[in-house]
Structure formats: C-alpha cells, structure tokens
C-alpha cells in the first residue's frame, strides 16, 4: 500500500458524489435489477458467465436483511425470467450475521432453496476472518441438510485456508478462490504479495486434488496462467472450473480466456448503496484506490473509452 493510495483515500470523501459515481460506474451495474439483468445479458452475449451481488453489507436491523433477502429473491426471479446464465453470490453480514437469532442463517437457506427451484447457485462471498468460522459453519449445515446449489469463498491470504481445504475435503466444496480484501492482521494472514500468490497456487492444487469445481477469482497474470497450466495436466474439461473476475477489471483478458475455450464469470454488483459501498471498499483497502486511479488516469490519458487489460 503506498502513501499515494492513502492519500486518494483521504481524499475521497471530498470528492463529489458525482465522481465517484462517474468512476464506480465502470464497476458497478447500477441501482436497480434491471441494470445488473442489463450487463449480465451483455456479458451471456460476449460468451461471459455472471454472479450478481446486491450491494449493502452494513445492515443494521431485521427490516433491512429481509429488504436484502428479498432484493436477491427478486434478482433470482429475473434472472430465471430473462434466461441469463447468471446466479448470486451473496453477503452474509448483508442478511443479518451481526443481528442475533440465526437470521442470516434462515435467509441464505431461503435463498438456496428459491435458487434450486429455479434450477440456480448461490455463491457465499467470504468476509473479513471475523466471520470465517461463522460462514463455514452455516456453509457446512447447509450441505450436511443436502442443498448442494451452494458454494463458499476462500482466501489465499489466511494463513489457515489450507487446512480449510482438507476440513472441507469430505463435502467436495464448490470454491471460489481468491486472495482476500479485507485488511488482515499478520497473525491471522500473509502479508507479502508473493506468499500471497504461493499459498494461491498450493490451494488451487489442493482443491483440484480434492475434485472439487473452483473458480479462479484473480486478475493476476501469474496465477491465471498458473491455474491455466493446471487445468491443462489434468486435462480437466471447461465445465469443470472456472475464471471470475470484477465488473470492469482487465476485460480484454477475461475475452481472451473466454476465446481459449474457458468459462468465465464476471461479479456484477448492483443496489442503491452503491456510494457508501465504493467509499467503504476504498477506504478499506487503499491499494484497490490505487488500482482504480491508475487504470483511470491511464484511460484518460490514452483518450480510450472501457479499457481492457
Ligand atoms: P492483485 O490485487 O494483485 O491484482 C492484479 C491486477 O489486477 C492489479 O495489478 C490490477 O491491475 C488489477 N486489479 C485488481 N483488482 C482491481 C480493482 N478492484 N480495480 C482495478 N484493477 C484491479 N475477496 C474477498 O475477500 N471475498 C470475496 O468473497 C471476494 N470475491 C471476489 C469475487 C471475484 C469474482 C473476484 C475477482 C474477486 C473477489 N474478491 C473477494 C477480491 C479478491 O480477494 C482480491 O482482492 C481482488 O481480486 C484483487 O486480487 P487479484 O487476485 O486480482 O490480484
């Protein structure tokens, strides 16, 4: 994190909403359903998978996780009516983790189980590794009660993902891997970029062993052509994993996976909290406002519209 990400972060609250709305907008589909419905339709015609994310994690009542509960339920009605390839990936501090009560618990096994009629997936995202042990619990019970449209996240970044892999082994997750947002502490996560990377690759190798379906959830060219050189030894089928990346993020690579026979999934966040969301996520991880006033300097200054890198 350099002392340049910091100082946009700082900065960020000063900057007119309609910046920052100007910037999100590359990343984020907009309010309403029917702008995520919008660019996922666009992503199925460019041969691109999408998960949907209702933005909106900071609840603090019941009402608010039913509104978020629901707002999925509805995102999973449109995307069965419009025919998308598209499922959701879901927060559960978002459905009320921090309320008591098991609440986040009973929406998320609503979700999965409207998901399966609908023939459909939930994605669990993983969040800071306050929640990990929660998340897995409620993850395992719901495959242990035989949902099996439900997947979980994993972070290459805690140190204790790994031994995730091999506690989960019997039940043949669905994982999305990737390295992990949040800002860790030294005891609980690697710090450095390349440990990071390392414990990417030996946890990919590892879920792969175990058989399970991964999504490859980085933009990092190394481990997506560690993970391409993967599939190919074991000579696994393109139905058998996939690629994910963020709405906006080097697009041109993610067309390019899609031409060499891959499936790729891209998260396509969508809500009215789209302002406090960007803010929260910047300020949390600086380095992501780095990437971000990097790529849009070098738009600017290349005159392009959507780059792709
Ligand atoms: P790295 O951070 O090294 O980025 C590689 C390159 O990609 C950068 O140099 C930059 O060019 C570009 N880049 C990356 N992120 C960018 C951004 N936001 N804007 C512009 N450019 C960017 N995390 C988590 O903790 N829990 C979760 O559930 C998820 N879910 C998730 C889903 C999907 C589909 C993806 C792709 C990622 C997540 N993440 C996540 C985020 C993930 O943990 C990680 O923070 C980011 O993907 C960035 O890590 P990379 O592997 O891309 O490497």
Known sequence: MTLLDRAIVRALPVVPKPVVQAISSRYIAGRRIEDACSVAA????????????????????????????????????????????????????????ELNGGVAARHLRTLVVEASERANFVRIDMEDSARTDQTLRIYRKLRHAGHENVGIVLQSYLRRTLDDIAGLGELRPNVRLCKGIYVEPPEVAYQGYEEVRQNFVAALEALLDAGCYVGVATHDEVLIDAAERMVAARE?????YEFQMLLGVRERRASELVSAGHRVRIYVPFGEEWYSYSLRRLQENPKVAGYIAADTIGRVLTLGGRSGR
């Open 42 to 97: 666009q992503l199925n015609e460019v041969g691109k998978m999408a998960t949907i994310d209702v933005l909106g994690e900071e609840i603090d009542t019941a009402h608010e996780a039913r509104a978020i509960r629901d707002s999925y339920l509805g995102a999973l009605a449109a995307i069965d009516l419009e025919g998308l390839d598209a499922n959701i990936s879901v927060k559960l501090s978002a459905l009320g983790l």
């Open 236 to 240: 696994l089928g393109p139905e058998e």
